[in-house]
């Protein structure tokens, strides 16, 4: 069983849907970190969470230690959102402090 | 703008070419780290710098060496590449924060490798 697991996999949704994409992970962990790559492209860092909920703009990221869960949503989604979405997340203890352990990844397509 | 810069894009090599990848960042970041991407796959970090101190992952295979001569740049050397070496090679650094605050880690663009 993967640490970090992510779901769905795939999510096809309509310009203007609200999207939701689900991480959830087995160890202890100093911080959440929800990831975007464009086809081809580099990684975007888009939030880091340790508690509560961050907003940026249309993206909301959400996280519950206690039930080692964390939400993506997207209000509002449009194409240029279309991207894989990665929820990685970094380990609490020392030695290896900083290395991230990723889930596989959800690839958005949001149709015009 | 402070940045992570990975060069070149896109590198072709032949079977058993050495190659060098490049990275250098102005973030002034304590760590940096070596990842391969392989298609529809999740980032696999190969080894990582916290300054001076070179952290290798325990599967990385010995094909894989870094260096990183100071601060700023840090390279991946693949002694031999062959045919599964081919992937996108990212780079990142962060700033190394105390235990149980987290950080941020800045990716690069990426150098696409294609093995011939």
């Known amino acids: 069983k993967n640490e970090v697991e992510q779901s769905p996999q795939n999510l096809t949704a309509q310009e203007g849907e609200f999207i939701t994409i689900n991480c959830s992970y087995s160890v202890g962990i100093s911080a959440l970190h929800w990831l975007q790559q464009h086809p081809g492209g580099g990684i975007v860092s888009l939030f880091m969470?340790?508690?509560g909920k961050k907003k940026h703009g249309r993206l909301i990221a959400t996280i519950n230690i206690q039930e080692k869960h964390s939400s993506l949503h997207i209000t509002a989604s449009h194409p240029r959102d279309s991207a894989v979405y990665i929820c990685?997340?970094?380990?609490?203890?020392?030695?290896?402090?900083?290395?991230?352990?990723f889930g596989k990844g959800t690839k958005l397509s949001v149709k015009p | 703008d402070a940045m992570v810069i990975q060069n070149p894009r896109y590198q072709v090599t032949q079977f058993g070419k050495p190659v060098t990848l490049s990275c250098s960042q102005t973030l002034n970041h304590n760590v940096m780290y070596w990842y391969q991407q392989k298609s529809s796959q999740a980032p696999k970090l190969l080894f990582h710098?916290?300054?001076?101190?070179?952290?290798n992952e325990a599967d990385t295979p010995d094909n894989f060496q870094s260096r990183r001569p100071n601060t700023s740049f840090c390279f991946l050397d693949i002694r031999s590449p062959g045919l599964g070496d081919a992937a996108m090679y990212l780079c990142a650094t962060s700033r190394r924060l105390t235990s149980g605050s987290g950080y941020t880690q800045y990716f690069g663009p990426g150098t696409r490798l294609t093995v011939l």
């Open positions: 990685a997340v970094s380990r609490n203890y020392g030695g290896s402090q900083g290395n991230l352990i």
């Open positions: 969470l340790s508690s």
């Open positions: 710098y916290y300054d001076k101190d070179f952290n």
